[in-house]
């Protein structure tokens, strides 16, 4: 099994920056694809970005230059860096967690809002 605990979300003015954090635990060792996924309210949640263990990385096309993801040396935690956020990024962020290589894995965190002022 695995957790996964996001942290870092807030309420920010537009142009701002956040950083969220997500750390894994339990079976971490068998993670081999991680990612951010958001849900604003009457829209489907979407792949905002996911990296690999090997460090391949995926972004969604409107954040692409924004948002950067990134893992630590260990694999336990990884962070997405958000600036010149806008109020469309405003959403509940989830971390998802996969022992596969594609960003699409069973294992979810609770979830952290972002809320993005104008």
């Known amino acids: 099994q695995v957790q996964l605990v996001e942290s870092g979300g807030g309420l920010v003015q537009a142009g701002g920056s956040l950083r969220l954090s997500c750390a894994a635990s339990?079976?971490?060792?068998?993670?081999?694809?991680m990612g951010w996924y958001r849900q604003a309210p009457g829209k489907l949640r979407e792949l905002v970005a996911g990296i690999t263990s090997g460090g391949r990385t995926k972004y969604l096309d409107s954040v692409k230059d924004r948002f950067t993801i990134s893992r630590d040396n260990a694999g336990n935690t990884i962070y997405l860096q958000m600036n010149s956020l806008k109020p469309e990024d405003t959403a509940v962020y989830y971390c998802?967690?996969?022992?596969?290589?594609?960003?699409?894995?069973?294992?979810w965190g609770p979830g952290t809002q972002v809320t993005v002022s104008s």
């Open positions: 339990g079976s971490i060792s068998r993670l081999n694809a």
């Open positions: 998802n967690g996969n022992f596969d290589y594609s960003f699409n894995g069973a294992y």
